[in-house]
């Protein structure tokens, strides 16, 4: 499971889940929607409540959204979560629930492009340009 895709679907809806404030949904509804958030956020909330780093860590996010080690504490104290042994069905759970949100979102496939001559960029969160050159048949 991708703990960085999962703190950045979630951090949106963080000050709602702690009673911070009002629902942010102009990030978040982008990426996941309202109803998967918080069935990840049900899933996950009693064992942040039963970690004292981890309920901080969650805090300082809702807080303060754009915090790179904020972010970045949160992230550890998820992974932290979710890796354990004992919590192997809730990561099991909790990676279907993301899988199911983000195929909502995701196209893939293979495509052919013309490419020659062109600058190729690629905008988005965890974006991917695979791109094979070589002769035509």
Sequence with gaps: MDITLLVGLLTPYLPFFLGLGQKAIEK???????????????????????????????????KNPEDGDAIAALRNQLKK????????????????????????????????????GSNIGNIGDHGKAIMTFGQKP
């Design 28 to 62: 978040g509804a982008e990426k996941l929607g309202e109803k998967e958030a918080e069935a990840i956020w049900q899933k996950l909330f009693p064992k942040i409540q039963a970690k004292q780093a981890a309920q901080e860590a969650v805090e300082d996010v809702a």
């Design 81 to 116: 979560i979710l890796e354990a042994p004992e919590n192997t069905a809730l990561a099991a759970e909790v990676a279907q629930i993301l899988e199911s949100a983000t195929i909502k979102s995701v196209a893939t496939g293979k495509f052919n492009i013309n490419a020659e």
